[in-house]
T-cell receptor
Framework: SQQGEEDPQALSIQEGENATMNCSYK?????LQWYRQNSGRGLVHLIL?????REKHSGRLRVTLDTSKKSSSLLITASRAADTASYFC????????????????FGQGTELSVKP | EAQVTQNPRYLITVTGKKLTVTCSQN?????MSWYRQDPGLGLRQIYY???????DKGDVPEGYKVSRKEKRNFPLILESPSPNQTSLYFC?????????????FGPGTRLLVL
């Protein structure tokens, strides 16, 4: 089952603009992570936010989490052409009593294009 | 260098011919996992392993097998590949599990089943 749904599916902006991507999920979670993927390569971890946190920053990245709405957003400020990539959210579901707690569910991703 | 390696990186095969994609990590991680990535579907978890000899199904395990005999290796086995298993496959690992831990991904294996 797909837990994370991302919006928009594709986003095209100019260098210097901000990019905002959203992720919605269906069940209670322990943590939400954001990953970046360059053109079919392996995913790289960007930032993790725990269910008891509301906002987190890392450099030009700002992540928010609203557990009441089951949603998260990733904001990239002052975007650069090098930020062009696909961005995925991933959630680990709370109360994984029916398995070993090893499930991690990814969204479908947002494809970001930053034009110079 | 700490890394997750996958082999082969590219593979073309025919329906029904058994194949194995290897995954190895040198970080002494207990948790390893396999995903497939298809256009419009994101990454879907196939199998994961919390530790040696402990494996469990992800969301799309049909048609795949795994084994975890050593901590560093987690091969993905396709006993009888079919065209619908054509995909981009990723292996990932982390120290103890997905909860609150960064996942380290391999470079991916592109599989084409004819």
């Amino acid at each position: 089952s797909q837990q994370g749904e991302e919006d928009p599916q594709a986003l095209s902006i100019q260098e210097g603009e901000n990019a905002t991507m959203n992720c919605s999920y269906k069940t209670s979670i322990n943590n939400l992570q954001w990953y970046r993927q360059n053109s079919g390569r392996g995913l790289v971890h960007l930032i993790l936010i725990r269910s008891n946190e509301r906002e987190k920053h890392s450099g030009r990245l700002r992540v928010t989490l609203d557990t009441s709405k089951k949603s998260s957003s990733l904001l990239i400020t002052a975007s650069r052409a090098a930020d062009t990539a696909s961005y995925f959210c991933a959630t680990d579901e709370a109360y994984q009593i029916y398995n070993q707690g090893g499930k991690l569910i990814f969204g479908q991703g947002t494809e970001l294009s930053v034009k110079p | 260098e700490a890394q997750v390696t996958q082999n082969p990186r590219y593979l073309i095969t025919v329906t029904g011919k058994k194949l194995t994609v290897t995954c190895s990590q040198n970080m002494n991680h207990e948790y390893m996992s396999w995903y497939r990535q298809d256009p419009g579907l994101g990454l879907r978890q196939i199998y994961y392993s919390m530790n040696v000899e402990v494996t469990d199904k992800g969301d799309v395990p049909e048609g795949y097998k795994v084994s975890r005999k050593e901590k560093r290796n987690f091969p993905l086995i396709l006993e009888s590949p079919s065209p619908n298993q054509t995909s981009l496959y990723f292996c990932a690992s982390s120290p103890r599990g997905p909860r609150g831990e960064t996942q380290y991904f391999g470079p991916g294996t592109r599989l084409l089943v004819l």
